[in-house]
């Protein structure tokens, strides 16, 4: 397994792959989270199709990739 | 029947303000007890003459089931005299809503523009350009998605709840940023203030402080899903509108992941949770006006519903990822009903998986449910229920926990059979609730209903057996693509998720 990355080097790996990753997965959003509050950072992409939800990705340099369902996004007035 | 110049009033009043002071005044401390005041004893729902002290309780508890220790007395005598004791549930009670007409008007109640339903007044703030006192709100809030012209009526309460222009307005759109489909860091706007007597710098019923360095603003909430919130970082609010907040010091923030923050807005009120990830990138859907793209945000457990828009969300609260280790169905009923469901769900998920997922329509069930459990919990959380519903639920709650409880945790005992009792009960429900089906459940509820009479008599074991019947299975899944609810995976295979 891979050490796990600083912050400042999972920012930069999710601004190389950013946008593929909202491609890939049909994606509402993606973003850093941190499952294990003493764990590592992980990039975080939001689907909204429950298949996706089910796919553990391959990490992308390193960095780990989950899937949650976590969309559709809606502004919020009433 | 008593009037306030009766001696028999005024001498009861004097024994029931002398035995809250006294001997009943402990009960402030009981947590089921939510107030008590002076009133007339009520018997089987009609008011009788007897003065009385009138204890509202939370719950209202059978005589058997309590401790001798929290029994009250039916009469409190003071010598001679005495004063009648009632007891009557009321539930929570709950500050006036949020969605009122308020002056002035604090910061989390509902505030919109002219053209819109409503969102939530985030904060007052200082318009860099002239100093002048202005509201903080999103874009979509105050200036309709870009719809809006300087100048226009913004209403506290907004339209949605009853603002009208010639009474409600509170303030005229100054300035917002501008939302594109390419890319945005905050969907946000400020409304000058019209009379500054008709707003005040504090948080709705005082429930959290404004921003301050020990309590500093971190975001704008400005959209969510089923699972998340999503907010605009403060300090790119502020900057791209000019604005400053009206304390001095620095009272803003940045988060990270595992930060807790809280908010006061017009739908929720309070509420708190955890960041749970940030430099998020998302698509945010605007309804007529399309899909925008977000960056740079950081999103937190759920914590917000429409409404909520506008809400300025701060460091603080004791934060909570749903609050039931993730599942968000249980998260919605736990909020719905008041009650700390998380023994529950556990002992559900040990039924589902041991027992109720091991048979063909049980397995179909879980899979149904949990390919369309966003909507469910959407659904749940948007609707609005009323409180007599509530109670009724959290009454059903109350009745039946323990039972199922032991159903799930011991299914294979005998003695636990379902009854035509149960079944009554059961259509009771359906016909309280009905109101709250989607159109495609109330069609096929009679149907099932039908299936479930099947079950009168039989017991755990033979009810799992049951369902395992191929031939129920094609009944019940004809059932559920009539009722729009049928998954898209085979029911005979793949393992349900959630919780």
Known sequence: ?78 | MTTPSDDRYIKGRALARAARRGPLASLYDDPNVAGMAYGRRTVRGTRTDEPAVVVYVLRKTPARFLPTSRMLPRRMYFGGDFVEIDVVETGPFHALAFTDRERPAPNGVSVAHVDVTAGTLGSLVADGADGSLNILSNNHVLADVNEGAPGDPILQPGPADGGTVTGDTIARLNRFVRLNATGNIVDAAIARVINPDDVVDRVKNDLIPVATPDHPAVGLLFAGSSTRTLVNPIDAVLNRLDVSFLHDGDVTADVDVGTNVEKVGRTTEYTTATVTEIDVSVSVDYGEHGVLRFDSQFATAHMSEPGDSGSLVYRGGTGGEDGSGGCPTTAALARLLGRDLSLDAAVERDFRERYLGRTRVGRFLIEAYFAYEDRAVARMRAARIDEDDRRFLQRLYDTYAETLRAVALQPNRADLVFTEEHLREIRRIVVRLREYFTAGAAGVVDEVLGIVAEFVGRTVPEILQALDDPDLLRRVTELARRAGYAPRTDAAGGEAGGG
């Open chain 1, 1 to 78: 397994m891979a050490d796990p990355r600083s912050l400042h080097e999972v920012r930069a790996v999710l601004a190389e792959h950013r946008e593929e990753l909202m491609r890939r997965f049909s994606a509402a959003g993606v973003g850093i989270g941190r499952p294990d509050p003493g764990g590592s950072y992980v990039i975080t992409v939001y689907v909204t199709d429950p298949a996706h939800a089910r796919v553990t990705p391959d990490p992308i340099d390193g960095v780990p990739v989950r899937c949650l369902p976590a969309g559709p996004f809606h502004a919020q007035n009433g």
